[in-house]
């Protein structure tokens, strides 16, 4: 039993006299290591065979696994021999035990966190875990992914997780997402935290993972897509893709149920359990037709769907497991605003404050080059193709919008300027342009797993043209050729690797701005003096004119925002003009104009994400 005088003292963490004390205390201590002094206990280690002294007090008080080691039967023997760590990996954690320091590298980080896993070292398992992902782009996510399943280091899955969630826009493209098993899926995927722009994206991923192996995991399929925020989809949405699903059929009857009766929901949990396939597309649509549709289920199941259609009165009550927007989708999915890019040599970034209708900068960063042409993804601006000089560049950058940073991207195969560039289908096509001796009819499509890839070449080489997505589809519109100004347009199909002619634009438009509006395409002005506006309607195949704008020449953006269509750009008077369409009355209202001439593109963006730190 311990006297009063050895009784542990009531630290005074600043008390200098007790740190210099402690400082002192530990310099001895190590200085004892370093001479091999006061030893009482040897480590017999092998690969390679070597002995490491040191002091069992010290290693006790460092770690369980020395303390429960020494109170062992086999403790008091002055050798112990450890057989599954190498003699350098235990020699550092010996000497962290003395100091509470030891080399880290991307080299010996996965030993020493199984070594230290082992040792039951916690601080040495933080500084492994910590170290792999500040390097995680130099580690590999692949190869923490298998660390944590080799060492079952429940630190190092969390950690993995989190990065997931933050990052989960661009980790659901890699290849070791495929390779995710189902319960790290269903962490990550149930977050409120899940980073991502829509819920839609969430589910093209769950269906990405699902396509790479589907008799594995189609049991497993309802587990990951019950983690969706179902109510968040329409119900056209929940019957064309949801339901369509093997195990998911309930999944969507409920969600559907949960949108369209308020009154049927309630805390209680339905727990279904059997497997089944209800026609949910008859039983919504075609009451009457009810009792002829064959419901696989067993059971009070049976009973539950059919009450949901037939008697609400007699309703189960329903409860969905997500009923609420994630928290990070919520506020990207939020208000929306548009940010313009501008200038070409040192562009400069506007944001749109809708509330104030004024335009104010977000942020400015220099290229270097001219000629590229933008486009929004994810929460990334890519700078795809441009012009030094009269020299065409095949380079491709992406600004974060978030962090302001930079990062190079794989280049082209072919350098193009003023080429048209789209994203559809989660690709990212580059079109046409121009090499500075002709007008290109080379496309070609990016996606993380294969680069750039040649596709189908255009009908009619062009630059100075504009394209934009619709539908799954690509076309292409105006521009010029080696000798004339075109007015013809095409059609991408990537399914089918095709390009076909659609109808003739009416007037000639050099660089226009061009969108995609209730399911039409827009064509405005362009960067000479043309105030002329087109609508393209794709089940007509026929265009027609609208309302002119009340601008000049100028290049200029167009953008569907809060369903309505607007354009940014062009001169008059002195003022860039920002102007939104009236459909009902076929004409062009002004907002706010913006303090720049040159509006290269302009993008519809989440509000919060220009507000985030």
């Known amino acids: 039993m311990a006297t009063?005088?050895?009784?542990?003292?009531?630290?005074?963490?600043?008390?200098?006299?007790?740190?210099?004390?402690?400082?002192?205390?530990?310099?001895?201590?190590?200085?004892?290591?370093?001479?091999?002094?006061?030893?009482?206990?040897?480590?017999?280690?092998?690969?390679?065979?070597?002995?490491?002294?040191?002091?069992?007090?010290?290693?006790?008080?460092?770690?369980?696994?020395?303390?429960?080691?020494?109170?062992?039967?086999?403790?008091n023997n002055p050798v112990l021999e450890i057989n599954d760590i190498d003699s350098e990996t235990f020699e550092r954690l010996i000497s962290f035990c003395y100091?509470?320091?030891?080399?880290?590298?991307?080299?010996n980080v996965g030993v020493m966190l199984k070594a230290a896993n082992v040792l039951q070292l916690d601080e040495v398992i933080t500084n492994?875990?910590?170290?792999?992902?500040?390097?995680?782009?130099?580690?590999?996510?692949?190869?923490?992914?298998?660390?944590?399943?080799?060492?079952?280091?429940?630190?190092?899955?969390?950690?993995?997780?989190?990065?997931?969630?933050?990052?989960?826009?661009?980790?659901?493209?890699?290849?070791?997402?495929?390779?995710?098993?189902?319960?790290?899926?269903?962490?990550?995927?149930?977050?409120?935290?899940?980073?991502?722009?829509?819920e839609e994206v969430a589910f093209d991923a769950i269906k990405r993972w699902f396509n790479y192996?589907?008799?594995?995991?189609?049991?497993?399929?309802?587990?990951?897509?019950?983690?969706?925020?179902?109510?968040?989809?329409?119900?056209?949405?929940?019957?064309?893709?949801?339901?369509?699903?093997?195990?998911?059929?309930?999944?969507?009857?409920?969600a559907i149920t949960w949108i369209s009766k308020p009154e049927a929901r309630t805390k209680i949990n339905l727990r279904f359990t059997e497997p089944r396939r209800v026609e949910a597309v008859s039983l919504i649509r075609e009451p009457e037709a009810q009792p002829k549709i064959n419901m696989q289920i067993k059971g009070p199941s049976e009973v539950e769907?059919?009450?949901?259609?037939?008697?609400?009165?007699?309703?189960?009550?329903?409860?969905?497991?997500?009923?609420e927007p994630r928290e990070?989708?919520?506020?990207?999915?939020?208000?929306?605003?548009?940010?313009?890019?501008?200038?070409?040599?040192?562009?400069?970034?506007?944001?749109?404050?809708?509330?104030?209708?004024?335009?104010?900068?977000?942020?400015?960063?220099?290229?270097?080059?001219?000629?590229?042409?933008?486009?929004?993804?994810?929460n990334n601006i890519l700078f795809i193709g441009g012009k030094k000089g009269y020299n065409a560049l095949n380079i491709v950058k992406s600004w974060n919008i978030r962090n302001k940073t930079w990062q190079s991207l794989p280049s082209m195969n072919q350098a193009r300027w003023h080429p048209c560039v789209v994203e559809v289908d989660d690709n990212i096509y580059a079109i046409g342009g121009f090499d500075g001796k002709y007008a290109l009819s080379?496309?070609?499509?990016?996606?993380?797993?294969?680069?750039?890839?040649?596709?189908?070449?255009?009908?009619?080489?062009?630059?100075?043209?504009?394209?934009?997505g619709l539908n799954g589809k690509i076309y292409i519109i105006g521009g010029r050729s080696d000798r004339q100004a075109l007015k013809s347009v095409e059609c991408y199909n990537p399914g089918s690797n095709t390009w076909t002619s659609c109808a003739d634009i009416?007037?000639?438009?050099?660089?226009?701005?061009?969108?995609?509006?209730?399911?039409?395409?827009?064509?405005?002005?362009?960067?000479?003096?043309?105030?002329?506006?087109?609508?393209?309607?794709?089940?007509?195949?026929?265009?027609?004119?609208?309302?002119?704008?009340?601008?000049?020449?100028?290049?200029?953006a167009s953008v569907s925002l809060d369903n309505k269509l607007w354009a940014i750009g062009g001169t008059t008077a002195g003022k860039t003009l920002v102007s939104v369409y009236d459909e009902e009355n076929d004409r062009w209202g002004q907002k706010f104009s913006i303090p720049e001439t040159d509006i290269f593109s302009c993008f519809v963006v989440p509000v919060a994400l220009l507000t985030s730190k």
């Open 4 to 75: 009063s005088c050895t009784q542990r003292p009531a630290l005074q963490t600043n008390s200098s006299e007790q740190n210099r004390f402690m400082e002192k205390l530990v310099a001895k201590i190590f200085s004892f290591y370093d001479e091999h002094s006061l030893i009482d206990v040897t480590f017999k280690v092998s690969n390679p065979t070597a002995l490491i002294p040191a002091h069992r007090l010290i290693l006790a008080a460092a770690s369980p696994y020395f303390e429960n080691l020494f109170h062992g039967d086999q403790g």
């Open 442 to 468: 080379s496309v070609e499509r990016y996606t993380t797993s294969d680069g750039w890839k040649f596709m189908r070449n255009l009908i009619v080489g062009r630059q100075d043209a504009s394209a934009v």
């Open 213 to 254: 192996d589907v008799p594995a995991r189609q049991e497993q399929l309802p587990l990951l897509i019950a983690c969706l925020r179902l109510t968040q989809f329409d119900a056209d949405f929940l019957l064309a893709h949801i339901q369509s699903l093997p195990g998911c059929e309930m999944l969507a009857l409920k």
């Open 305 to 323: 769907a059919f009450s949901l259609i037939r008697e609400p009165e007699a309703q189960p009550k329903i409860n969905m497991r997500f009923t």
């Open 506 to 556: 009416t007037e000639y438009h050099h660089l226009p701005a061009v969108a995609a509006h209730k399911g039409h395409i827009y064509v405005v002005g362009d960067c000479h003096c043309s105030r002329v506006v087109e609508r393209y309607d794709p089940q007509r195949n026929t265009w027609s004119m609208i309302c002119s704008l009340n601008t000049g020449g100028g290049f200029m």
């Open 99 to 107: 100091t509470g320091q030891t080399l880290i590298t991307v080299n």
């Open 128 to 198: 492994c875990v910590d170290y792999i992902m500040a390097h995680i782009d130099e580690y590999t996510l692949w190869g923490a992914h298998t660390l944590e399943r080799e060492t079952q280091c429940q630190l190092l899955q969390q950690k993995i997780i989190e990065y997931a969630q933050r990052n989960f826009m661009e980790i659901r493209r890699r290849d070791e997402f495929l390779n995710f098993d189902v319960e790290k899926m269903q962490r990550i995927l149930e977050s409120d935290n899940l980073n991502i722009t829509r």
């Open 328 to 378: 990070v989708c919520a506020a990207n999915c939020g208000e929306k605003t548009l940010l313009a890019v501008c200038s070409w040599k040192n562009p400069k970034l506007l944001k749109y404050n809708k509330a104030a209708d004024k335009w104010q900068e977000y942020a400015s960063r220099a290229t270097g080059y001219r000629g590229y042409r933008t486009i929004l993804k994810d």
